[in-house]
């Protein structure tokens, strides 16, 4: 029983290590690539000269080279996409949550209390214009905005991805067909979203700390699968795989998680969370590519995906038959 906590232990602080050490993926990553071109052009330049090649032949090797060339630049760099994801996030997104409230606001307030004169009235008339202002800011700004960087995160998280697998990886494997790629990832967000509901109906339970606890466990094994996710479809790795090698290595995903739960939930504000998750999780997304974590023998697996499975089941059964 000791080794096995040990072991456990151990799993979970190599999980925490090798998310915040393999932030510096990101950087290596484009690095790397830079020094191996780098390299070859040399090589190039330093094998002896070749037998005299015709006209047609040196054309079509400058073809070659060039359309090599352009495929290379058309690449996205990791660190650019990580620098764009922090800016729209992080400047445009969290910056005019700040400012509304931070500048705008405050602002208004004294221009209206200038306005008014009368302390009693101000405090009246204030509490109306402030709830209006809100409303509106939130409705015509925030929403859309909220809305937009959903899907504006979800294509360069991918992107991210994917260029990070190509350039140390190789080419993905992905899944056989389309179909079976999109009802993998339809009923993965379905499970997803079951298993964060799942996490906070267990803070309603009558266990002080306990409840707090294993939250934080859902939460720590959701922003791993997350992050992982996209390796792994990557791998071809289907969904029932994902979670069954997740749940057997529960103790390294745990510790994995963790730095980026303990990041985002310094605030009670949901949109301020979320703002810091998206310019926080592509520097996971790599640490997860970059991971080259060994499974071993987990004697005691946790089945906390269970329950969510078996719904997640049950509904697209259930839509299948239905249509």
């Given at each position: 029983?000791?080794?096995?906590?040990?072991?456990?232990?151990?799993?979970?602080?190599?999980?925490?290590?090798?998310?915040?050490?393999?932030i510096?993926g990101?950087?290596?990553?484009?690095?790397?690539?830079?020094?191996?071109?780098?390299?070859?052009?040399?090589?190039?330049?330093?094998?002896?000269?070749?037998p005299?090649?015709?006209?047609?032949?040196?054309?079509?090797?400058?073809?070659?080279?060039?359309?090599?060339?352009?495929?290379?630049e058309?690449?996205?760099?990791?660190?650019?996409?990580?620098?764009?994801?922090?800016a729209?996030?992080?400047g445009?997104?969290?910056?005019?949550?700040?400012?509304f409230?931070?500048?705008?606001?405050?602002?208004?307030?004294?221009?209206?209390?200038?306005?008014?004169?009368?302390?009693?009235?101000?405090?009246?008339v204030?509490?109306?214009?402030?709830?209006?202002?809100?409303?509106?800011?939130?409705?015509?700004?925030i929403?859309?905005?909220?809305?937009?960087?959903?899907?504006?995160?979800?294509?360069?998280?991918?992107?991210i991805?994917?260029?990070?697998?190509?350039?140390?990886?190789?080419?993905?494997?992905l899944l056989?067909?389309?179909?079976?790629?999109?009802?993998?990832?339809?009923?993965?967000?379905?499970?997803?979203?079951?298993?964060?509901?799942?996490?906070?109906?267990?803070?309603?339970?009558?266990?002080?700390?306990?409840s707090?606890l294993?939250?934080?466990?859902?939460?720590?094994?959701?922003?791993?699968?997350?992050?992982?996710?996209?390796?792994?479809?990557?791998?071809?790795?289907?969904?029932?795989?994902?979670?069954?090698y997740?749940?057997?290595?529960?103790?390294?995903?745990?510790?994995?998680?963790l730095?980026?739960?303990?990041?985002?939930?310094?605030?009670?504000?949901?949109?301020?969370?979320?703002?810091?998750f998206s310019?926080l999780?592509?520097?996971f997304?790599?640490?997860?590519?970059?991971?080259e974590?060994?499974?071993?023998?987990?004697?005691y697996?946790?089945h906390?995906f269970?329950?969510?499975?078996?719904?997640?089941?049950?509904?697209?059964?259930?839509?299948?038959k239905?249509?």
């Amino acid at each position: 029983m000791g080794d096995v906590v040990k072991q456990t232990f151990r799993q979970f602080a190599y999980g925490f290590k090798d998310a915040i050490l393999g932030i510096y993926g990101a950087y290596e990553i484009d690095t790397n690539l830079c020094t191996e071109e780098a390299i070859q052009k040399q090589k190039s330049l330093d094998s002896p000269t070749k037998p005299r090649k015709s006209e047609l032949a040196r054309r079509r090797e400058n073809k070659k080279a060039k359309t090599k060339e352009q495929t290379t630049e058309s690449q996205p760099k990791v660190r650019h996409r990580i620098l764009m994801c922090c800016a729209w996030n992080g400047g445009v997104f969290c910056m005019s949550i700040f400012l509304f409230n931070g500048a705008i606001l405050p602002c208004l307030k004294y221009l209206t209390y200038i306005i008014s004169g009368d302390r009693v009235a101000h405090s009246v008339v204030w509490s109306y214009i402030r709830i209006s202002i809100t409303w509106i800011f939130n409705t015509l700004w925030i929403l859309p905005l909220f809305i937009l960087s959903k899907i504006v995160n979800s294509l360069w998280f991918q992107d991210i991805a994917d260029a990070a697998y190509r350039k140390s990886k190789g080419r993905p494997l992905l899944l056989p067909s389309l179909s079976q790629m999109v009802a993998d990832i339809l009923f993965s967000i379905v499970l997803q979203s079951l298993f964060l509901i799942q996490g906070m109906l267990i803070t309603l339970l009558p266990l002080p700390g306990l409840s707090d606890l294993i939250f934080t466990l859902h939460m720590c094994l959701l922003y791993s699968v997350y992050a992982f996710e996209y390796k792994w479809l990557n791998m071809g790795w289907g969904v029932h795989r994902r979670l069954h090698y997740i749940e057997n290595n529960w103790s390294y995903f745990t510790g994995f998680g963790l730095p980026l739960v303990l990041m985002t939930s310094f605030t009670s504000s949901y949109l301020i969370s979320g703002c810091v998750f998206s310019i926080l999780f592509p520097l996971f997304i790599i640490s997860a590519n970059e991971s080259e974590h060994r499974q071993y023998a987990c004697q005691y697996p946790l089945h906390i995906f269970g329950p969510v499975v078996a719904i997640s089941n049950k509904i697209f059964r259930h839509s299948v038959k239905k249509g």
